[in-house]
T-cell receptor, first 113, second 113 residues
């Protein structure tokens, strides 16, 4: 089954404790991206990757890091999480950046206290 | 920067009505536009993808149109059902910045029996 898998789905952590949200897709997609969804602000793009070893900033990259060492994985790293990073995070992928159908993961609820 | 607006923000209708959801964008240099559905606490599911060279796409009871020159897209839902209740989001790939995806804040639809 074609899918985008995120882990963890739910996490409560403390300010400053580094964490990684993993994202994996099984569709051999070139394009992957991360979003956060906040009430009243909608979905905003954090980082995206058009292929292995190619990443670029979206609208709200501050406080986040990403890497794309393999085609299937695109982890989101919060080096020093802060309460304003409490949000619902989505990973997504598509065949290429040229706007094929986008597949989303189920989301990761992150709370930073 | 691309701004995407969706009107109305919320809509509540009785079953059987035909609906029109609106999406507008400020930069007409888009690569394509995609409509998504999001159920509460879930990820997004792609409904329709319209390339910039196309005028409309249809899938079952759904029809989406695109007018690039005026910066508008509409999603038409025929004979609405309670199962259509969800939040509907539109997103555009900005043509001038490869890989950047911009979302509207969505229309929350409730269809009551």
């Amino acid at each position: 089954e074609a899918q985008v898998t995120q882990n963890p789905r739910y996490l409560i952590t403390v300010t400053g404790k580094k964490l990684t949200v993993t994202c994996s897709q099984n569709m051999n997609h070139e394009y992957m991206s991360w979003y956060r969804q906040d009430p009243g602000l909608g979905l905003r793009q954090i980082y995206y990757s058009m292929n292995v070893e190619v990443t670029d900033k979206g609208d709200v990259p501050e406080g986040y890091k990403v890497s794309r060492k393999e085609k299937r994985n695109f982890p989101l790293i919060l080096e020093s999480p802060s309460p304003n990073q409490t949000s619902l995070y989505f990973c997504a992928s598509s065949l290429s950046w040229e706007g094929n159908t986008i597949y989303f993961g189920e989301g990761s609820w992150l709370t930073v206290v | 920067k691309q701004e995407v607006t969706q009107i109305p923000a919320a809509l509540s209708v009785p079953e059987g009505e035909n609906l029109v959801l609106n999406c507008s964008f400020t930069d007409s240099a888009i690569y394509n536009l995609q409509w998504f559905r999001q159920d509460p606490g879930k990820g997004l599911t792609s409904l329709l993808l319209i390339q910039s060279s196309q005028r409309e796409q249809t899938s079952g009871r759904l029809n989406a149109s695109l007018d690039k020159s005026s910066g508008r897209s509409t999603l038409y839902i025929a004979a609405s059902q309670p199962g259509d209740s969800a939040t509907y989001l539109c997103a555009v790939y900005r043509g001038s910045t490869l890989g950047r995806l911009y979302f509207g804040r969505g229309t929350q639809l409730t269809v009551w029996p």
